[in-house]
């Protein structure tokens, strides 16, 4: 497919007036072919209308129409082949291995949102039939659905440009519960956005679905991403990016004459707890899997574990020196874009810089845009005094925390803002530690792993991408796993409805097929 570096609004394709954007070579610096024109204000509004006029009727498609869309914007991605496969690792650095892996997991999510709407269960319909003879007093018929918010506006991610981006898990939720949505692609590979794009509008017209139900607008500046969330015709957002882009998007929604949620991933440093007993038995093994964890996608996961935190003992010595021992054979590499490649860099200099910091080792050096990788450390008192050291450095850099004391430890999980993920290594002498710090880290994070790392997101029913301020905006919420669908829905109560009035899914025949709770059983047919 000839990339043609334009808008797709609707079914149409139009080249953007506003300015112009570039796909990067990862590698080199230079820029990639076509320009991208950015979308104007009109080009904004004839999406917000499209989409608008489309929600309606979109919400109430039959399930199976509705997941037949999911499943064929699956398809139409893997029937993209390697054009995609080889544009994505150009414009973002990561290797064949890596996208091959992402486009699966995109694909995944949105079979998993085919079979979730299919399933009917994220209806949770509800009937409390009436009881006119109840006394004192009679019961009315009450019965309660989840319908769809309305249009969504999605803003694509830079570390995974497929799972999180156009098709991603926000898309799939949101059209899955029933919302148009409209992309901001991610200026960092407009190219995989334009592909993904097309695969999904060619899924729009295949279905019959109205045209509003998906577009992609491209933004050279700030404008459009601005626009998208101020317009009243949105009704609620998703984005995965940087602290200052989500708090500025939750601002401008927050101040609307009609807020809207804002459901935005932003800044985590899942802290690695490594407690005395497993640093006695497998420090060295426990050193090894960090490092590769660390490493993983040079560090540009959002679950990438930048913080270690342990008391002082042999074992956490042995732990450090292997850890420096494989972190010296680690290859620098190449990073996302220019600009994530400059943060990173400076967020290590911060560390090296820093009077209480000291260095630990660092990976090899490397070329044009190639992070280094690093591991410092800072002892507990330090660390509890100084807010700074708590900065998500995003790449593979690392600080370990070593405490004087179990009690110090605490300290320092209670000092911790939100996460997305918090691991404790332990062997079976660490339990009744172990027990003390769960209910801090309850409150600290979304998920909570033993004996691993964050990295690897697992796509299913249990999963939570998700934590409280600042790793997301809304701690109740994942972006991740069939229970984002909730973000894009809201409940609403029928109260004493003809049955002919009343949404299939909650009339007493069950046309829809969908599970029902009468009198709060649930019945499934």
């Known amino acids: 497919m000839a990339l043609s570096g334009q808008n797709l609004i609707g079914q149409l394709a139009s080249t953007g007036q506003n300015g112009h954007i570039w796909g990067i070579n990862a590698a080199t610096g230079e820029k990639l072919e076509p320009a991208y024109g950015g979308a104007t204000l009109e080009d904004l509004e004839r999406a917000c209308a499209l989409a608008n006029s489309a929600f309606n009727a979109y919400r109430e498609t039959a399930a199976d129409v509705r997941a037949g869309f999911l499943e064929?914007?699956?398809?139409?991605?893997?029937?993209?082949?390697?054009?995609?496969?080889?544009?994505?690792?150009?414009?973002?650095?990561?290797?064949?291995?890596?996208i091959e892996g992402e486009r699966g997991r995109t694909v995944g999510q949105l079979r998993l949102f085919a079979s979730v709407v299919r399933s009917g269960d994220y209806l949770?319909?509800?009937?409390?039939?009436?009881?006119?003879?109840?006394?004192?007093?009679?019961?009315?018929d009450l019965r309660l659905r989840n319908i769809a918010l309305g249009p969504v506006a999605v803003f694509g991610a830079s570390n995974f440009p497929l799972a999180f981006s156009v098709a991603g898990g926000d898309t799939a939720s949101a059209l899955a519960a029933g919302c148009p949505v409209i992309v901001k692609a991610h200026s960092a590979h407009p190219g995989?956005?334009?592909?993904?794009?097309?695969?999904?509008?060619?899924?729009?017209?295949?279905?019959?679905?109205?045209?509003?139900?998906?577009?992609?607008?491209?933004?050279?500046?700030?404008?459009?991403?601005?626009?998208?969330?101020?317009?009243?015709?949105?009704?609620?957002?998703?984005?995965?990016?940087?602290?200052?882009?989500?708090?500025?998007?939750?601002?401008?929604?927050?101040?609307?004459?009609?807020?809207?949620?804002?459901?935005?991933?932003?800044?985590?440093?899942n802290p690695v707890l490594l407690l005395p007993q497993a640093l006695q038995a497998r420090a060295e093994t426990i050193a090894q899997a960090f490092i590769t964890a660390l490493g993983m996608g040079a560090g540009q996961f959002c679950t990438s574990p930048g913080l270690v935190l342990a008391?002082?003992?042999?074992?956490?010595?042995?732990?450090?020196?292997?850890?420096?021992?494989a972190l010296a054979n680690s290859p620098a590499q190449t990073m996302l874009t220019p600009g994530i490649y400059k943060?990173?860099?400076?967020?290590?200099?911060?560390?090296?810089?820093?009077?209480?910091?000291?260095?630990?080792?660092?990976?090899?050096?490397?070329?044009?845009?190639?992070?280094?990788?690093?591991?410092?450390?800072?002892?507990?008192?330090?660390?509890?005094?100084?807010?700074?050291?708590r900065?998500?450095?995003?790449?593979?850099?690392?600080?370990?925390?070593?405490?004087?004391?179990?009690?110090?430890?605490?300290?320092?999980?209670?000092?911790?803002?939100?996460?997305?993920?918090?691991?404790?290594?332990?062997?079976?002498?660490?339990?009744?530690?172990?027990r003390r710090l769960l209910p801090m880290l309850e409150l600290k994070a979304g998920r909570i792993l033993a004996?691993?790392?964050?990295?690897?997101?697992?796509?299913?029913?249990?999963?939570?991408?998700?934590?409280?301020?600042?790793?997301?905006?809304?701690?109740?919420?994942?972006?991740?796993?069939?229970?984002?669908?909730?973000?894009?829905?809201?409940?609403?109560?029928?109260?004493?409805?003809?049955?002919?009035?009343?949404?299939?899914?909650?009339?007493?025949?069950?046309?829809?097929?969908?599970?029902?709770?009468?009198?709060?059983?649930?019945?499934?047919?």
């Open 72 to 98: 064929t914007i699956a398809q139409n991605i893997l029937d993209l082949g390697d054009e995609l496969i080889e544009r994505c690792m150009i414009e973002t650095g990561l290797p064949r291995a890596r």
């Open 124 to 140: 949770d319909a509800r009937i409390d039939p009436a009881q006119p003879d109840r006394k004192p007093l009679p019961r009315v």
């Open 192 to 269: 995989t956005c334009e592909l993904v794009g097309r695969a999904l509008q060619k899924a729009v017209k295949a279905h019959a679905l109205p045209e509003g139900t998906f577009s992609l607008l491209f933004d050279s500046g700030r404008n459009v991403g601005q626009g998208l969330v101020a317009d009243k015709r949105i009704k609620a957002v998703g984005f995965t990016g940087s602290r200052g882009g989500g708090t500025a998007l939750m601002h401008i929604a927050a101040n609307r004459p009609e807020p809207i949620p804002v459901y935005a991933e932003m800044s985590s440093i």
């Open 311 to 325: 008391v002082e003992s042999p074992g956490l010595a042995r732990f450090l020196d292997s850890a420096a021992q």
């Open 343 to 389: 943060s990173y860099c400076q967020g290590v200099e911060a560390f090296k810089r820093h009077p209480q910091v000291t260095q630990v080792a660092e990976g090899q050096a490397g070329g044009t845009h190639q992070g280094q990788a690093a591991l410092f450390s800072v002892v507990g008192a330090d660390f509890l005094q100084d807010e700074s050291l």
């Open 391 to 434: 900065a998500e450095v995003f790449g593979s850099a690392s600080l370990v925390v070593r405490c004087d004391s179990p009690a110090q430890l605490q300290a320092v999980v209670e000092s911790l803002e939100g996460q997305l993920t918090a691991s404790v290594h332990l062997a079976d002498g660490d339990r009744e530690l172990a």
């Open 451 to 525: 004996n691993g790392f964050g990295t690897g997101v697992e796509v299913g029913h249990a999963m939570v991408h998700g934590g409280p301020f600042p790793s997301t905006s809304d701690p109740r919420s994942t972006s991740v796993g069939s229970l984002a669908i909730a973000r894009f829905l809201r409940p609403v109560s029928y109260q004493d409805l003809p049955q002919e009035l009343l949404p299939e899914a909650l009339q007493d025949a069950n046309p829809a097929g969908v599970p029902q709770r009468i009198d709060g059983q649930l019945n499934r047919l």
